[in-house]
């Protein structure tokens, strides 16, 4: 027995170094920038390369380079072009997804700009962008290859900004690295930005699982200057220059705040190593946005925005997680979700594949829809229908929760388990 555990830890060291090696052997440790579009409407997607970065600074994890989560609507994925072996891969979402489910998509075609970075790679890796099909399922929608020395891919681009360390507990590799940036914000307000960033970073470690690993987690501010401040309104035809040309009204929701400009937004986050971006928009308004691997958006003056909205929209941006809110009139993303398939994420359930899910966290007996009572509203894990803006099929884990609603006071167990499993998916060795 005692050399059967011998043998198991042995195996697992071996397993740490081989990953490790793994990035040593195929990747140096810069980032590879690419950019394309995704293009099409509400039945039809493409994509197409728009062209290639070498940024200085990779702040992505250089262990389980293989392992797949199985989050985000879309994935990249990086195969050795000699021996064809999957050496990266990784998931993310998209504000085009969002908008292939809008009335706008039945009647016209758009692109929008959308960023993936990897690890650069020491010699010719073929790339391929998938499409998810269902919850285990994919299309590959663009291949191509990339030659490091490809004298093409541009070099030495990012944008002048001035760059301040929030917090920096450890290294990128054993690290979370979340960048901050500004947005309306002009070069008076450069301290106020800064102020805010922090204030956004607190806010973060007044929840779990960020308390228990805040050990591991870097946050850095990146003061972009706006030429004029505050944020752009077109419901109140309000228009403003600003550094990222982000927007409320997106999709004709007053309150939903993104940018159109992923380009922009990725030239800043460039400057510091990074796995997750937040733009802090410098306005009172309420709203906010965010989207898997894509990036966060919340206001920094409304008082609702500081205590809830940052923390809700990180959810999304960096766990994955979906809105578990829904209303019983139509809502601008209603269209998202197929009840016949599972959602990939991880805190929602169509049953169609709960197994998936949380189904080995709920208390034995729990009863499956899990109906609303007094109890059951202060706490505990169940299966609540009502969830990803839907008031039926679709099934939540809790009563309330952050990803429900601003009055809750914390992500429920299930939220919490999925935000820690990112967390050490990104800085264990």
């Not at 389980?64 to 998931?91: A, H, K």
């Not at 920096?168 to 590799?173: E, G, I, Y």
């Not at 939540?396 to 299930?414: G, H, I, K, L, Q």
């Amino acid at each position: 027995m005692r050399k059967f555990f011998i043998s198991i830890f042995l195996f697992f060291i071996f397993l740490n170094s081989t990953s490790a090696q793994d990035y040593d052997r195929f990747f140096n440790d810069k980032a590879c920038r690419i950019d394309f579009q995704f293009c099409g409407d509400n039945k039809t997607t493409t994509a197409w390369l728009d062209h290639l970065s070498e940024e200085p600074l990779w702040g992505g994890r250089r262990a389980r380079l293989s392992t797949d989560l199985n989050l985000g609507q879309n994935r990249i994925q990086v195969f050795d072009s000699l021996s064809n072996q999957l050496i990266y891969t990784e998931g993310f979402s998209t504000l085009y997804f969002e908008w292939q489910t809008t009335p706008e998509a039945l009647k016209t075609k758009k692109s929008f700009e959308q960023t993936v970075q990897i690890p650069y790679p020491k010699n010719t890796v073929r790339v391929q962008i998938d499409k998810r099909t269902g919850f285990g399922s994919w299309e590959t929608l663009l291949t191509f290859h990339i030659d490091p020395n490809d004298k093409l891919i541009r070099r030495n681009h990012q944008p002048k900004a001035v760059v301040r360390e929030i917090q920096k507990n450890t290294t990128p590799d054993k690290a979370v690295d979340i960048v901050v940036i500004a947005e309306g914000y002009t070069a008076s307000e450069q301290e106020k930005f800064f102020s805010d960033a922090t204030r956004l970073a607190d806010q973060l470690f007044t929840h779990e699982p960020f308390i228990k690993h805040r050990n591991r987690i870097n946050v850095y501010a990146v003061a972009a200057i706006s030429e004029q401040s505050g944020i752009s309104m077109p419901h109140k035809d309000k228009w403003l220059n600003t550094a990222v040309r982000s927007h409320y009204y997106t999709f004709y929701e007053p309150r939903y705040l993104t940018s159109p400009a992923n380009y922009l937004i990725r030239d800043y986050a460039g400057l510091v190593p990074y796995d997750a971006i937040y733009v802090l928009a410098n306005t009172p308004e309420y709203g906010g946005g965010g989207i898997y691997n894509f990036y966060a958006f919340a206001s920094a003056d409304s008082k609702r925005a500081q205590a809830e909205v940052v923390v809700h929209e990180f959810g999304h941006s960096f766990a994955g997680l979906g809105d578990e809110y829904f209303r019983e009139g139509a809502d601008v993303l209603d269209g998202m979700y197929n009840l016949k398939e599972e959602p990939w994420e991880p805190n929602i359930t169509s049953l169609v594949n709960f197994d998936a899910k949380w189904k080995n966290m709920l208390p034995k007996g729990t009863a499956v829809p899990t109906p609303v009572t007094d109890k059951n509203k202060t706490g505990g894990i169940g299966v609540f229908e009502g969830g990803g803006y839907l008031t039926k099929g679709m099934y939540r884990p809790s009563y309330d929760c952050r990803m429900r609603t601003n009055e809750a006071r914390e992500f429920c167990p299930v939220c919490q388990k999925a935000v820690e499993k990112v967390i050490l998916h990104l800085t264990e060795k």
